[in-house]
């Protein structure tokens, strides 16, 4: 059932509407039926009925899955990913200010670099191709990165914005420099697709997740492995995400053993290993399990708040979880009707956001209220 594919939720595969529904309508509204004089009045009839099943088939068409969220480092843009596009919203109202299409399939993450202007995409067509670009948010400009036969699922910028890692279904890791725009450092060691990345804030330590139920530490000055996580593996890991302080490392873990959210503190990690005892590294590496009960967990990052940031959950029970860095649950919010995808949190903490497989994004204050539900229609407040 958890093999190495099938972890992923039904939000990774491609979502568009289906082309009979498509040809339906699309017959119907281009007035491709034609009716014989002799019985005009019947066959209007029958092509009523046939408009009338194409809307409805039409209305009943499922909502793109929303599985991608960046909020902008200057607070006011946020960006969602769904098929072939990315959206992006204004975080103070929720208005849709701009669509940018010209993508490859399905979105499945977006980061923001240094600035507010440039952002990395990753997307793909399951089985079939990948992509990773660069987008100039002010002229709409696509700058492709990265090319792969099946579909690319991560990306994080290093605060500097120097560095791009990007991870994909090749269970590698792949480490651009876009100031010398060498070829990209290939980090071996995962063996399976990778979730989730995630550099510290200071920039020494990138994380990775993957479903071979691990996460990975790599520090960038050697781009070398430091450790594997957790000691004793479990489930496949959906994602990562370091505290705003940099102390604590996130990651989440769903399946039939473990529903939970594991923590590691980096503090103390890189000191020299005493080789007189040798449980010491692995007493280094040991990760916290926040068990999350009906919430198989399948996104997190942390939001900034005092005296320490919280983590923001997403869920499968349709719920996004609030959470100290001791587990406590500080808030259960709820309203969305299908699976929780994405989180993201405003860089002042302020805003929170979900997407999930309603087609919908919410925005939450920090304490879990409801804000406003953005869709395809009117902003809901």
Known sequence: MWGSQSWLPPAFQPAHPSKARRDALESASAGKIACPTRSQPACKTAVLGFL?????????????????????????????????????WDAADGKLVRKLGGLSGQVRAVAFGKDSRR???????????????????????????????????????????????????????????????????????????????????DGKLLATSSADKTARIWKTDTWKEAFQLPVQITEPVSGVAFATEGDLLAFAVGGPEERSVRVWRTQGAFTEIDSSRPGMRN???????????????????????????????????????????????????????????????????????????????????????????????????
Request: some cysteine; aromatic content about 6%; overall charge neutral.
């Open 119 to 201: 952002l990395a995409v990753a997307a793909g067509v399951a089985g079939r191709s990948g992509t990773v670009a660069l987008l100039d948010l002010g002229t709409g400009a696509i700058t492709p990165i990265e090319q792969a036969k099946d579909e690319m699922l991560a990306v994080a910028f290093s605060a500097d914005g120097k560095w791009l890692a990007t991870g994909g279904t090749d269970a590698t890791v792949r480490v651009w420099n876009l100031e010398t725009k060498a070829p990209p450092l290939e980090l071996k060691g995962h063996t399976d697709w990778i979730s989730g990345l995630a550099f510290s804030p």
């Open 283 to 381: 007493q280094i590496m040991q990760t916290r399990p926040m068990d999350t009960g009906a919430c198989m967990p399948l996104a997190v990052t942390f939001a900034k708040a005092q005296p320490h940031s919280r983590m923001v959950v997403g869920c499968t029970d349709k719920t996004v979880r609030l959470m100290g860095p001791g587990g406590n649950t500080i808030a259960t919010a709820t309203g969305h009707t299908d699976w929780v995808y994405s989180v993201a949190a405003s860089p002042d903490g302020l805003r929170l956001a979900s997407g999930s497989g309603d087609g919908t994004i919410k925005i939450w204050g920090p304490a879990g209220k409801l804000l406003l539900t953005l869709g395809e229609g009117a902003t809901q407040p």
């Open 52 to 88: 009338l099943l194409a809307l409805t088939l039409c209305a009943a068409e499922p909502k793109v899955p929303v599985t991608a969220l960046a909020f902008s480092p200057d607070n006011k843009t946020l960006v969602s990913g769904g098929y072939q596009e990315v959206r992006l």
